[in-house]
């Protein structure tokens, strides 16, 4: 156990939906990644919050959209949902200063879009 | 910017056998250096990681990887492989010495053990 929360660990929704994916992150941790890992791209880096603000982008489209609120929890937001949105999404926090040196991985969402 | 290479999206070995998977990369700064692994259905594990000082670096299971600057490399070694060793292996780098950081990943390579 990473000690990183997803939830939910399984979503099935339609497409042209909207839905929130969920992270805690571990204790003391202050960056919060996102990830999505497709059998066609691989693992992704969608963005990267540091207690509460947006400190990197990478692939993220712009249908989707992230925040990290006071608690440090994170949320990632898909909305007009496509087939091809259909992966898993990872959360992973690193802990701050000198003590950042490496991501602690989340189990995951899998999201199914029909 | 980083960026990361594996060599080879599949490797078969026999159990007992060495097992080697390749990783180059590519990085403006000095870089940090990470294998991860990750078992069906789950989320990606730390094997090893190199920060800074010895380059051979070990790892949890038998693992171990070694930093060639010279070669831009960190490939990932184990002497001998045993069953509960398949997986899906990631290589990655990041920039971690600051706030504004991400770790960037290879494109995994799949590791099968034959009996």
């Known amino acids: 156990d990473s000690g990183v929360t997803q939830t939910p660990k399984h979503l099935i929704t339609a497409t042209g939906q909207r839905v929130t994916l969920r992270c805690s992150p571990r204790?003391?941790?202050?960056?919060v990644y996102w990830y999505q890992q497709s059998l066609d791209q691989g693992l992704q880096f969608l963005i990267q919050?540091?207690?509460?603000?947006?400190?990197a982008k990478g692939n993220i489209l712009e249908r989707f959209s992230a925040q990290q609120f006071p608690d440090l929890h994170s949320e990632l937001n898909l909305s007009s949902l496509e087939l091809g949105d259909s992966a898993l999404y990872f959360c992973?926090?690193?802990?701050?200063?000198?003590?950042?040196?490496?991501?602690?991985f989340g189990q995951g969402t899998r999201l199914t879009v029909v | 910017a980083q960026s990361v290479t594996q060599l080879g999206s599949h490797v078969s070995v026999s159990e007992g056998a060495l097992v080697l998977l390749r990783c180059n990369y590519s990085s403006s700064v000095p870089p940090y250096l990470f294998w991860y692994v990750q078992y069906p259905n789950q989320g990606l594990q730390l094997l090893l990681k190199?920060?800074?000082?010895?380059?051979l670096v070990k790892g949890i299971n038998g693992f171990e990887a070694e930093f060639k600057k010279s070669e831009t490399s960190f490939h990932l070694t184990k002497p001998s492989a045993h069953m509960s060793d398949a997986a899906e292996y990631f290589c990655?780098?990041?920039?971690?010495?600051?706030?504004?950081?991400?770790?960037?990943f290879g494109s995994g390579t799949r590791l099968s053990i034959r009996p």
């Open positions: 919050y540091y207690n509460g603000e947006e400190r």
């Open positions: 204790s003391g941790d202050l960056s």
């Open positions: 992973a926090s690193s802990p701050p200063g000198i003590l950042n040196t490496e991501a602690f």
């Open positions: 990655a780098v990041s920039a971690f010495r600051s706030s504004a950081s991400k770790i960037i």
């Open positions: 190199y920060t800074t000082g010895a380059t």
